[in-house]
Protein backbone atom coordinates (compact mmCIF):
# COMPACT_ATOMS: atom_id res chain seq x y z
CA UNK A 1 0.00 0.00 0.00
CA UNK A 2 1.18 3.33 -0.83
CA UNK A 3 1.15 6.17 1.74
CA UNK A 4 1.23 9.36 1.14
CA UNK A 5 2.57 12.11 4.32
CA UNK A 6 1.92 15.58 3.06
CA UNK A 7 3.15 18.39 5.33
CA UNK A 8 4.02 22.50 5.36
CA UNK A 9 0.20 23.68 5.85
CA UNK A 10 0.00 26.80 8.30
CA UNK A 11 -1.43 29.99 8.28
CA UNK A 12 -0.10 33.07 6.12
CA UNK A 13 -0.84 36.22 5.07
CA UNK A 14 -2.73 37.44 2.06
CA UNK A 15 0.50 37.90 -0.58
CA UNK A 16 2.37 35.60 1.16
CA UNK A 17 4.32 32.18 0.43
CA UNK A 18 3.79 28.18 1.48
CA UNK A 19 5.11 25.32 0.31
CA UNK A 20 3.69 21.94 0.37
CA UNK A 21 5.36 18.20 0.41
CA UNK A 22 3.93 15.09 0.07
CA UNK A 23 6.22 12.01 0.08
CA UNK A 24 5.33 8.51 -0.87
CA UNK A 25 6.26 6.08 1.35
CA UNK A 26 7.94 2.37 0.81
CA UNK A 27 7.66 3.10 -2.64
CA UNK A 28 10.86 1.64 -5.05
CA UNK A 29 8.87 2.67 -8.52
CA UNK A 30 7.82 5.77 -10.26
CA UNK A 31 4.45 7.07 -9.30
CA UNK A 32 1.91 8.01 -12.81
CA UNK A 33 0.66 10.99 -11.86
CA UNK A 34 0.98 12.72 -8.50
CA UNK A 35 -1.73 15.76 -7.93
CA UNK A 36 -2.63 18.49 -5.51
CA UNK A 37 -6.45 18.48 -4.27
CA UNK A 38 -8.02 21.14 -1.98
CA UNK A 39 -11.55 20.88 -0.62
CA UNK A 40 -13.81 23.26 1.66
CA UNK A 41 -16.41 21.91 3.76
CA UNK A 42 -19.53 21.12 1.71
CA UNK A 43 -18.27 21.35 -1.63
CA UNK A 44 -16.46 19.00 -3.68
CA UNK A 45 -12.60 18.30 -4.12
CA UNK A 46 -11.04 20.27 -6.68
CA UNK A 47 -7.74 19.29 -8.78
CA UNK A 48 -5.26 22.16 -8.24
CA UNK A 49 -2.07 20.61 -9.71
CA UNK A 50 -0.77 17.25 -11.76
CA UNK A 51 2.73 16.40 -12.62
CA UNK A 52 3.22 13.40 -14.37
CA UNK A 53 6.83 11.04 -14.12
CA UNK A 54 7.54 13.61 -16.96
CA UNK A 55 7.27 15.90 -15.07
CA UNK A 56 4.20 17.57 -17.56
CA UNK A 57 2.38 19.88 -15.34
CA UNK A 58 -1.38 20.86 -15.49
CA UNK A 59 -3.15 23.81 -13.63
CA UNK A 60 -6.56 25.05 -12.17
CA UNK A 61 -7.10 28.38 -13.91
CA UNK A 62 -7.53 29.94 -10.37
CA UNK A 63 -3.98 29.00 -9.36
CA UNK A 64 -2.00 29.67 -12.68
CA UNK A 65 0.98 32.06 -12.05
CA UNK A 66 1.04 31.74 -8.66
CA UNK A 67 1.14 27.54 -7.45
CA UNK A 68 3.81 25.47 -8.83
CA UNK A 69 3.77 22.13 -8.89
CA UNK A 70 7.26 19.66 -8.74
CA UNK A 71 8.78 16.64 -8.38
CA UNK A 72 11.79 15.50 -6.38
CA UNK A 73 14.07 14.23 -9.66
CA UNK A 74 15.87 11.65 -8.10
CA UNK A 75 13.11 9.72 -6.13
CA UNK A 76 10.53 10.94 -8.27
CA UNK A 77 8.01 10.36 -5.32
CA UNK A 78 7.96 13.71 -3.15
CA UNK A 79 5.66 16.35 -4.91
CA UNK A 80 5.58 19.79 -3.34
CA UNK A 81 3.40 22.66 -3.84
CA UNK A 82 4.88 26.02 -4.29
CA UNK A 83 2.19 28.89 -3.13
CA UNK A 84 2.53 32.78 -3.67
CA UNK A 85 0.56 35.37 -3.60
CA UNK A 86 -1.73 33.83 -1.48
CA UNK A 87 -5.42 34.66 -1.37
CA UNK A 88 -8.20 34.35 1.09
CA UNK A 89 -10.12 32.00 -0.97
CA UNK A 90 -7.04 29.85 -1.12
CA UNK A 91 -7.82 28.70 2.20
CA UNK A 92 -8.58 25.17 2.49
CA UNK A 93 -7.92 21.87 3.12
CA UNK A 94 -5.29 20.56 0.67
CA UNK A 95 -4.64 16.45 -0.35
CA UNK A 96 -2.20 14.97 -1.94
CA UNK A 97 -3.18 12.29 -4.58
CA UNK A 98 -0.75 9.81 -6.35
CA UNK A 99 -2.00 7.13 -8.78
CA UNK A 100 0.04 4.47 -10.99
CA UNK A 101 1.38 0.82 -10.96
CA UNK A 102 3.04 -0.74 -8.71
CA UNK A 103 4.85 -4.20 -9.38
CA UNK A 104 3.44 -7.32 -7.97
CA UNK A 105 5.28 -10.27 -6.23
CA UNK A 106 4.69 -12.36 -9.88
CA UNK A 107 6.05 -10.03 -12.12
CA UNK A 108 3.27 -7.96 -13.26
CA UNK A 109 2.04 -5.06 -12.24
CA UNK A 110 -1.57 -3.64 -10.38
CA UNK A 111 -3.09 -0.17 -10.49
CA UNK A 112 -3.18 2.22 -7.24
CA UNK A 113 -4.41 5.28 -6.05
CA UNK A 114 -3.75 6.72 -2.31
CA UNK A 115 -4.69 9.71 -0.78
CA UNK A 116 -2.67 12.05 2.09
CA UNK A 117 -4.61 13.11 5.52
CA UNK A 118 -4.96 16.37 4.42
CA UNK A 119 -3.21 19.57 5.56
CA UNK A 120 -5.20 23.03 6.76
CA UNK A 121 -3.57 25.72 4.61
CA UNK A 122 -5.09 29.48 5.82
CA UNK A 123 -4.99 32.45 4.57
CA UNK A 124 -5.87 35.87 6.60
CA UNK A 125 -6.93 38.99 5.05
Known amino acids: QVQLVESGGGLVQAGGSLTLSCAAS????????MEWYRQDPGKRRELVAT????????YADSVKGRFTISRDNVAKNTVYLQMSSLRPEDTSVFYC??????????????????WGQGTQVTVSS
Open 51 to 58: ITSANNTK
Open 26 to 33: AVNFPIMH
Open 97 to 114: HAEGYRPTVDGGETYFES
